[in-house]
């Protein structure tokens, strides 16, 4: 049975890879990535769910959503543990330390001490900062 092993990691790195495609073309309006897509709308997981699953109807949805959870619950375990994610072409994950420092209530205008904390921090990859940035084809006056 060892090339179960191999198969199964095969399948994973390919779902992966096409998390990570579904991501940047989300991104990027859709598509071929080649577009400028800025909507409104959000999407939420489940829309994500649902276009992963469409764009890859040799998987099952639970598999779909047990690929995509698996993903998000590794990148917050890292986080967790102090880790940065990178994904390149898309952009980076990391841990920023906010110093404690006395704040302001607004209302009231007393000073607040705000305890220390840590933020997530995303940073675009270059591919996708590139692919967001695409100028649109200048009209030939004639």
């Known amino acids: 049975m060892q090339g179960t092993g191999q198969a ?6 390919t779902a992966v890879h096409a998390v990570r495609c579904s991501l ?7 598509g071929s990535c080649g577009g400028n897509g800025y909507g409104t709308e959000g999407m939420i997981k489940s829309e994500l769910i649902q276009k992963f699953a469409e764009q890859n109807p040799h998987l099952f949805q639970r598999d779909v959503e047990r690929i995509v959870s698996t993903i998000f619950d590794e990148i917050a375990a890292a986080l967790c543990r102090g880790d940065r994610v990178e994904l390149r072409g898309f952009g980076a994950f990391s841990v920023k330390q906010r110093p404690a420092r006395w704040g302001r209530n607004p209302r009231t205008g007393d000073a607040v001490y705000v305890s220390e904390k840590f933020v997530p921090f995303f940073k675009t990859g270059k591919e ?5 940035n695409v100028k649109p084809p200048e009209e030939s006056e004639g």
Do not use: F, P, Y
Request: hydrophobic fraction near 40%; glycine fraction near 16%; proline fraction near 0%.
């Open 8 to 13: 199964s990691r095969l399948g994973v790195l």
């Open 24 to 30: 940047c073309k989300v991104a990027c309006g859709g």
């Open 128 to 132: 996708l900062r590139e692919r967001l």
